[in-house]
């Protein structure tokens, strides 16, 4: 399954829609406004929450839970590298390691070898922009919300 993740340029916080191949909406990404720590809802086209993600207060790497309901589902921490981006995640999906490139654009989501997904910033578009391929369509909602917190991991750090 392929998903495409494009952030709303002119929002007073973090949103995003996300559409399939046909660019049909199938999510949509708001984070709350003011709050302390960096709190991102992710929507179906119902209104229904599907996960949320919680920044974790940290004083070195950022870290995000993300979470389904109540339930924590993952723990995504950066890591220590030199010129490439790396970041583990441990989740009730399996424990991955996502392995950027050189520019942290690209990024391989693979699990005890396999790789079960593939993230790509796309070039000249306004706001940041996401190609998402997900091998299985049943962990396409897990999948977008990963992303997510893969971009705010990276691009916001450990800004408060």
Same mark, same amino acid.
């Given at each position: 399954?392929?998903? %495409? +993740?494009?952030?709303? &340029? ?5 949103? %995003?829609?996300? #559409?399939?191949?046909? !660019?049909?909406? &199938?999510?949509?990404?708001?984070? /709350? ?6 709190? +991102?809802?992710? %929507? ?6 599907? #996960?949320? +993600?919680?920044?974790?207060?940290? @004083? ?14 993952? /723990? &995504? ?18 424990? @991955? ?9 690209? #990024? ?23 190609? !998402?391929? &997900? ?7 897990? @999948? ?17």
């Amino acid at each position: 399954m392929i998903l %495409y +993740i494009k952030q709303k &340029v002119f929002s007073l916080t973090d949103s %995003y829609n996300v #559409f399939d191949e046909n !660019l049909q909406p &199938v999510y949509r990404v708001e984070s /709350e406004f003011l709050s302390f720590l960096s709190k +991102i809802h992710l %929507y179906d086209m119902y209104d229904n929450e599907l #996960f949320f +993600i919680k920044k974790k207060l940290t @004083f070195m790497f950022a870290e995000y839970e993300i979470y389904n309901g109540e339930l924590l589902c993952a /723990e &995504v921490k950066q890591e220590f590298s030199f010129f490439r981006p790396r970041l583990t995640v441990t989740s009730s999906y399996g424990n @991955f390691d996502i392995q950027g490139e050189f520019f942290d654009m690209d #990024f391989d989501v693979i699990c005890n070898g396999a790789l079960l997904g593939r993230i790509s910033k796309e070039w000249m578009t306004i706001g940041d922009s996401y190609k !998402l391929e &997900v091998a299985n369509d049943k962990d396409a909602a897990f @999948f977008t919300a990963l992303t997510i917190a893969i971009d705010n991991c990276l691009h916001n750090g450990n800004k408060n």
